[in-house]
């Protein structure tokens, strides 16, 4: 796969992922969604703007007095995702942050990541030189995007580390309650549900910025 459509990939796969943790369940982009992820693409809008922009949307959601249910669309955060962008040209954020910000993350950062290195169980050495690859990362201060590709890796690593028992009990979760999905839609499933629950039982950290 050439370089710019790992990179698209990844951006289609932050974004859908990043709109599923705020929504708080499982959701399938329609192919009107899916252009418009890559209209903020085309357009050049950052990852971290997406996110902020999905967030606000969310956010405001829950403010409105009387609103229940959940946000059904990604289409209902456009214009929140367009306003974060506009704010961050006129602000000239990004690359652009104030050296103190951004060293104040990577410092919660890898306090997070020491934290995790020192109660990983032994079991998963894989896990474990990953997280010391990302430690020597942030001293090096390398390049944020580094830090979101590991960020997929990760997660592979992560359903490395559910046991059969644990797979068995979300597959039979997911086929109960999207039994109407076909399997392919369902694997997608299990496979959010899980990492989600292993994140959570080993209080595993997310590694990219935009977190902390």
Known sequence: MKREDKETSRYFQAVSRFFIEQRGAPFFLSSKEVEKIREWKNMGI????VREGIKDCF???RRRSGRKGKILSLAFCHVFVLRGYEAYKERKVGDQRKPS???DKRKKLKKEVERFLASCP???PEIQRVYSRVLK????DSDEQILEDLEFEIEAFILGMASETEQKQIRDEVSTEFGDKNA???DRIQDLKLIKHIRKKYAIPHI?????
């Open 46 to 49: 950052p990852l971290q703007i």
């Open 122 to 124: 032994e079991k998963f």
């Open 208 to 212: 990219s910025l935009y977190y902390y």
């Open 184 to 186: 392919q839609e369902r």
């Open 59 to 61: 956010m405001a959601h």
């Open 137 to 140: 990362l942030i001293s090096k």
């Open 101 to 103: 910000q951004k060293e």
